[in-house]
């Protein structure tokens, strides 16, 4: 694939030397357009092009800039050990592979929402020590502040849209409840020990179907597509963004956020499930 034409792409995306970038991808079908032509079966020759593709969104944003890519995994929630250097995350080959191969990215510290960053500010968000996955002080409320930008690389809004549940939680969205995870973590420097992280789950009695069309955020141009070749580009304010979807939350039952089959969001009535926090 043509990266110069990737880098165009992303210029018209209006991403900018400076810019906090957020990517979610789905390298598939990216690899498959690659290979094209020529193969890219061999660990080596695709090294090769993550490394070029990874030196792209790097150059895009220049040294002023920051890259977040997303390690999530819930080991942690089912009492499995986890290690900030080697758990691998649960949401794309890409990122585990900047995870091994990259050492100029580090690892954020949370053991369910980490991210792989790079660039000015990845000192500043590793030293980020929220308990709470998407509190006040998680990479999550980080990009709000900071006016931090999503892009979507071959996967869909619905799929890839976590920053959604930081706007839950800033609403403290009453179908969903504060919990408490306790298990063993290790961190660079190799110490183990016991510690206790929380996250605000759904109350798994209210069933739903997470829903978000493009064009929820097309329509006020919050958010904005291109084709790299065949490969589906989609960048995202995610200031606007949070404020578009904590309106639909709080003032339309959230039906541009998901599709719910028992419930309606009602905010007199108060939380569904109370905090446990005492695991």
Known sequence: ??????????????????????????????????GRGKSLKNKEDRDVFLRHLTDSFQSAVGAEGTLLFPVFTWDFCRKKP????????????????????LKDFVRTRHPLYSFMVWGKYADELTRLQ?????GVDSPFAWLHKNKGKMLLVSVSLQRAFTFMHYVE?????????????????????????????????????????????????????????????????????LDKSYKIFADDLKNNGGKNCYKFENYQIDWLKGATHKDDLNN
């Open 169 to 237: 939680a800033s609403l403290r969205v009453p179908y969903r409840y504060l919990k408490n995870f306790r298990s063993e973590y290790e961190d660079y420097d190799g110490t183990v020990e016991m510690r206790n992280y929380t996250m605000y789950v759904r109350d798994l009695d209210i069933i739903s179907h997470e829903y978000m069309p493009d064009e929820f955020l097309e329509k006020p141009q919050v958010m904005r597509s291109v084709f790299w070749q065949n490969i589906p580009l989609k960048v995202i304010d």
């Open 82 to 101: 986890f290690s900030r250097k080697n758990t691998p995350g649960e949401v794309g080959a890409y990122n585990n592979w900047i995870l091994k191969e």
């Open 1 to 34: 694939m043509n990266l110069i034409d990737l880098q165009e792409k992303l210029r018209e995306l209006n991403i900018q030397k400076g810019d906090i970038l957020y990517v979610a991808s789905d390298i598939t079908k990216v690899l498959v357009e690659a």
């Open 130 to 134: 929220n308990e709470e996955a998407f």
